[in-house]
């Protein structure tokens, strides 16, 4: 599937509303990953899909399907797969408001926690630099910034090692911080 820009997706949004009017339903998308970045902080040209969560599933998703015929895309060009990155305290501000179909967008500091635990590493991937410029957007000036913000949406462990060495990387560490990542190692190494 190629990419999709800023007015591409906007255009299927449009598409995905009439069929939602077409069949009298009113869709709701909560959205994550790429398509915010692209959409809302315009921090890069394109993505490769739309990531979110969708509300009514089945609706939206067969409604997706025919916007998505419509445009001679592939049928998942919006899809749920982030479902298991999702927090109990997400955090989604309004976007975009039409008839049937309601957009909204994650808020910079719970994507940036999403982005820290998904994080793929490699030249092929955007997350790096969607946590670089979130940091930058967010004025997170240091690791132990970094490290209480994601930890508001989730618990320091589920991070990978990976994603907390790049934090380290990008940020100066400070000495509360390690200190306490110190004393909980040393308390899993007990476990």
């Known amino acids: 599937m190629p ?3 800023r007015g591409d997706i906007r255009r299927l949004f449009e598409l995905l509303n009439e069929e939602l009017r077409h069949c009298r339903t009113t869709g709701e998308l909560y959205l994550v990953g790429g398509a915010v970045m692209c959409l809302a ?15 009514p599933a089945r609706q939206v998703r067969e409604a997706a399907a025919r916007a998505a015929a419509r445009s001679g895309l592939d049928a998942d060009w919006l899809n749920d797969g982030v479902k298991g990155y999702l927090s109990d305290r997400a955090d989604f501000a309004p976007f975009l408001e039409l008839d049937h179909l309601r957009v909204m967008v994650a808020q910079p500091e719970y994507l940036l926690a999403m982005k820290c ?27 132990g910034q970094a490290v209480s913000v994601i930890t ?5 462990e589920r991070f990978p090692q990976k994603t907390l ?5 990008l940020l100066p560490k400070d000495r509360v911080v390690d200190q306490e990542r110190t004393a909980q190692s040393k308390v899993d190494e007990l476990v």
């Open 3 to 5: 990419a999709l820009s």
């Open 41 to 55: 902080y315009n921090a890069r040209p394109s993505t490769a899909d739309v990531d979110a969560l969708f509300q």
């Open 117 to 143: 635990l998904a994080m793929r590493i490699g030249a092929e991937f955007h997350d790096l630099d969607d946590v670089r410029f979130l940091l930058r957007l967010l004025d997170i000036r240091s690791y």
């Open 152 to 156: 508001g949406y989730y618990p320091l």
């Open 165 to 169: 060495y790049a934090l380290e990387d």
